[in-house]
């Protein structure tokens, strides 16, 4: 394992949404398990959202998750716990948008954005409240070294007169400055709070123009020279537009560059070669989404707490633990540290490639937008939805959606049973001589057993499952307007 000052990206962390799905259900020990893999894979920082999830006094209407199992007392213990583990904790919200400031707007309609949803940058009223909810949590949660700040940008841009005021011949409007001030109000109060404290803000949204050309906001952020502040940029973003409208590598805007992706949907080449491309640009920080309740390309999206050490994310955190020391670490190293890592010595390197293989057919058949009935996959949806499909004798069973997916993901599932069955069975022949073995390639063997059983039964893999899927399938197309008839 490497040691923290050997790590190329000196800041690692996890973007990590508390909400979504059912992650707001998450106890303390629930999170601490989360943090324990953290801690595993030397992430040093957690931007923990908590917008929705924050009981405020001054505006209770943005406690948006009541359910959340997670009290005042509770995240002051996580904020001591992750210290106890070298991990820095940012208190993360949306500014002018998202969840609690969502509800915020609604009750003061007044602030609203003209359009695209959230608040207006530009309205006083909407500054002060988003101030006020940051630093209401700061006094509430005095232990945190910082915050993470989501601008409203995904939104897109607010469209009311003043935002939208041209300010330069490429493209820059008022919207643009208007978050910059707000900004520097904030860190004012904060620093004259806590001197210490640190800033990490999301940079690099497209969403409906919001800073697509935009040069003057950047180069707003260029001359915001602090060692405090951190950026993050997102959208796959590794160059922005600066003077003159020019593309320019994120380290020309700062030397405080961090770099976002979701990489549970990565393959582990994947990631590498968004670390690679993430140090040429210049970043310092690899900063990744740990989202299960929005998404985790996996099975166990659901699951309380989401298992850190099952496929395909065990080898998610291990990709990113090694091309966070050496971005330009070669794939064909990077199979050799992971026969190391999860196999004791002399062990065939056929079971790197089977490791490997396993997690891509999870990630692919989670990932495929049109076969599932939500962003994320709950356990056992497609095997309850074949059955209701496949004794339905007419549409009224289903939605018209409903039945898009079925029919998607039966014709899906079956070609994957088709092309990866075989290959399953010679995998799971090889696992029992592992099995047999002690350390860690017994306990890679469970895991990988487990990701066969688990993709056989969530997949409907097999020809037990054969005739319910035939007639699910034959449903589906009968009772779809554009097949009828």
Not at 101 to 116: F, I, Q, R, S
Not at 332 to 349: C, T, W
């Amino acid at each position: 394992m490497l040691n923290n000052d050997d790590y190329v990206f000196k800041v690692r962390g996890n973007y990590t949404l508390a909400c979504w799905g059912e992650v707001f259900k998450y106890s303390v020990d629930d999170w601490k398990t989360v943090i324990d893999g953290m801690a595993e894979d030397q992430k040093n920082t957690i931007y923990f959202w908590l917008s929705g999830l924050f009981r405020s006094e001054k505006y209770p209407e943005s406690f948006f998750y009541p359910q959340t199992r997670l009290k005042d007392a509770d995240v002051r213990e996580l904020i001591y716990y992750c210290h106890g583990k070298g991990i820095k904790f940012y208190l993360g919200y949306g500014v002018f948008a998202w969840f609690g400031m969502d509800k915020v707007a609604e009750a003061h309609p007044d602030t609203l954005a003209k359009e695209n949803g959230g608040m207006c940058p530009s309205n006083e009223l909407a500054r002060k409240i988003n101030l006020e909810y940051g630093m209401e949590m700061l006094d509430r949660y005095p232990g945190v070294d910082g915050f993470f700040l989501e601008m409203r940008d995904e939104y897109g841009p607010c469209l009311c007169d003043t935002c939208q005021k041209p300010l330069d011949e490429h493209g820059s409007k008022q919207y643009g400055q208007s978050e910059l001030t707000w900004l520097k109000e904030f860190t004012t109060e904060l620093w004259k709070r806590k001197p210490e404290a640190e800033i990490s803000v999301t940079v690099g949204y497209r969403e409906k123009g919001s800073h697509t050309n935009d040069p003057m906001y950047y180069e707003g952020i260029r001359a915001m020279d602090e060692p405090r502040t951190y950026w993050m940029a997102v959208r796959d973003n590794y160059e922005l537009p600066g003077a003159g409208g020019k593309q320019y590598p994120l380290s020309h805007f700062s030397k405080q560059m961090l770099h976002w992706i979701q990489y549970y949907s990565c393959s582990p080449k994947q990631i590498g070669e968004w670390a690679a491309r993430a140090h040429k640009a210049g970043a310092i920080g690899a900063c990744p989404a740990f989202e299960p309740g929005f998404n985790s390309y996996s099975y166990y999206s659901y699951d309380v707490p989401f298992p850190v050490n099952v496929l395909p994310y065990r080898m998610t955190r291990f990709a990113f633990q090694q091309f966070c020391g050496n971005p330009e670490l070669s794939y064909d190293r990077f199979k050799e540290l992971a026969a190391s890592e999860f196999f004791d010595p002399g062990v065939d390197p056929r079971y790197v490639e089977d490791l490997l293989y396993l997690s891509e057919v999870i990630q692919a058949a989670c990932g495929s937008r049109k076969t599932r009935l939500s962003r994320a996959w709950k356990s056992g949806w497609f095997r309850e939805c074949a059955a209701v499909a496949a004794k339905a004798t007419d549409g009224k069973s289903l939605s018209e959606d409903e039945w898009h997916v079925v029919e998607a993901a039966v014709t899906e599932f079956r070609k994957m049973d088709h092309d990866h069955s075989a290959r399953l069975a010679e995998i799971e022949t090889r696992l029992m001589l592992l099995e047999s073995k002690g350390g860690r390639s017994r306990a890679t063997a469970e895991i990988m057993r487990k990701a066969i059983i688990d993709t056989r039964w969530e997949l409907m893999f097999g020809p037990e499952h054969e005739e319910l899927l035939a007639r699910a399938l034959k449903n589906a197309k009968c009772n779809l307007p554009e097949t009828k008839g």
